[in-house]
């Protein structure tokens, strides 16, 4: 099995002691309790690796538009990562508890703002303690260093777009990476409207791994998006705020598929303008 943006515990640990430089960054985040990331991180990490707090540093507060999670601007990540010790001759692995939508997040973020070499650690800090490397609970510093960002637009879906892909006036396929219910407008947990943005399809994100958590080989990742289109077709990713669809953006580009954008708005983005239509129930 051969993956592109995704490595293994063991890809990790032995570029540790090699001497190229690596940033390894901690994610790890909970919705639910916002000091989780910085106390996981305090009671025991990789060796080496960095915090990064995934709202302060990876969100702007939310406004009129743009949806609850919006990108930080060029110039502010630069200051972000450059603190982290990540330019562009770094090697940077990004984790999580396991494989969920914060580590792929930092990833895509990354490669927007020009970073080639980032990767994903497969299973997170559960497949690391699983195979016995070792963690520790002494913070970590790098040096900083000059982070200059190089936007990648062709990444990105702004909500033009998304209308002209929804009213079928360009051949782009929206997949909706959110689970069933939402999808089809039963319920709504984190917006207070209900519903999908019409002609999407529903991939749900945590679909793309296997029973154990761990990622999905390409060739399935392949068949599973079989339907969705071909492989030179543009795809338009979305979710509720632009985090969750990550993991989809990641498996897409994992099994193939290279015209792959994000809605980083989102369905709390496309929601924020009254005109837009939205569809319910199934197609």
């Not at 999407?200 to 994100?205: E, G, I, L, S």
């Not at 989102?266 to 924020?272: E, G, N």
Request: glycine content about 8%; overall charge negative; charged content about 25%.
């Amino acid at each position: 099995m051969s993956f592109k943006n995704i490595v293994d515990a063991e890809w990790v640990r032995s570029r540790q002691s090699a001497s190229e430089q690596l940033v390894i960054a901690d994610v790890r985040f909970s919705p639910k309790d916002a000091q989780y990331g910085r106390n996981a991180y305090d009671k025991g990490h990789l060796p080496g690796a960095v915090f990064v707090d995934f709202k302060a540093d990876l969100t702007d507060p939310a406004r009129e538009h743009g949806g609850r999670s919006p990108l930080p601007s060029p110039e502010r990540l630069a200051g972000v990562f450059g603190g982290l010790g990540i330019d562009q001759s770094t090697t940077v692995v990004v984790y999580e508890d396991g494989n969920g939508p914060a580590a792929s997040r930092l990833w895509w973020i990354l490669k927007y703002f020009g970073h080639d070499n980032v990767y994903v650690l497969d299973g997170g800090y559960s497949a690391w303690t699983a195979v016995g490397f070792p963690v520790t609970d002494e913070p970590s510093a790098l040096e900083r260093r000059t982070f200059v960002p190089a936007v990648r637009p062709e990444l990105l879906a702004e909500v033009a777009d998304v209308r002209a892909a929804s009213e079928r006036r360009v051949t782009s396929a929206l997949v909706d990476s959110r689970d069933a219910n939402q999808y089809l407008g039963l319920e709504a947990p984190f917006d207070p409207i209900a519903g999908r943005i019409p002609g999407a399809v529903n991939y749900f994100w945590k679909d793309a791994l296997n029973e154990d958590g761990s990622w999905k080989s390409p060739e399935q990742l392949r068949e599973r998006f079989g339907g969705v289109a071909s492989a030179s077709d543009e795809i338009i990713v979305y979710c509720n705020s632009g985090i969750s669809a990550t993991p989809n953006v990641l498996a897409l580009q994992e099994a193939g598929f290279t015209r792959v954008k994000l809605y980083a708005g989102s369905w709390s983005d496309w929601i924020s303008y009254e005109e837009n239509p939205i569809a319910t129930g199934e197609e």
